[in-house]
């Protein structure tokens, strides 16, 4: 059984910095792009910034020059790093991966992880 497990939220006030982590695990035979999204309670989930396998990046235009997007390979894990944060980059983030396993592939989400940005 495959899953994806983030890590890496929490609270942190205007201006700071966090980590996401998000890692995947199971019968997996490889692993497509890479992305995480988010969604802000009323609204619809946007894109945040996907990466494949070879590294090419996808951003969302709100993150674009303070969120920069990573993945390890060999570790199956994908990495989100956000600076700058503003109050409202709030919201819940979700790790995506496209991933093939038992003989095809399909998307694959994470439970998701709270972002807060507050004073």
């Known amino acids: 059984q495959v899953q994806l497990v983030e890590s890496g939220g929490g609270l942190v006030q205007p201006g700071g910095s966090l980590r996401l982590s998000c890692a995947a695990s199971g019968s997996i035979f490889s692993i497509n792009t890479m992305g995480w999204y988010r969604q802000a309670p009323g609204k619809q989930r946007e894109l945040v910034a996907t990466?494949?396998?070879?590294?090419?990046?996808k951003y969302g235009d709100s993150v674009k020059g303070r969120f920069t997007i990573s993945r390890d390979n060999a570790e199956n894990t994908t990495y989100l790093q956000m600076n700058i944060l503003k109050p409202e980059d709030t919201a819940v983030y979700y790790c995506?991966?496209?991933?093939?396993?038992?003989?095809?592939?399909?998307?694959?989400w994470g439970q998701g992880t709270q972002v807060t940005v507050s004073s």
């Open positions: 995506d991966a496209m991933i093939y396993s038992g003989g095809y592939g399909r998307h694959y």
């Open positions: 990466i494949t396998t070879g590294g090419s990046t």
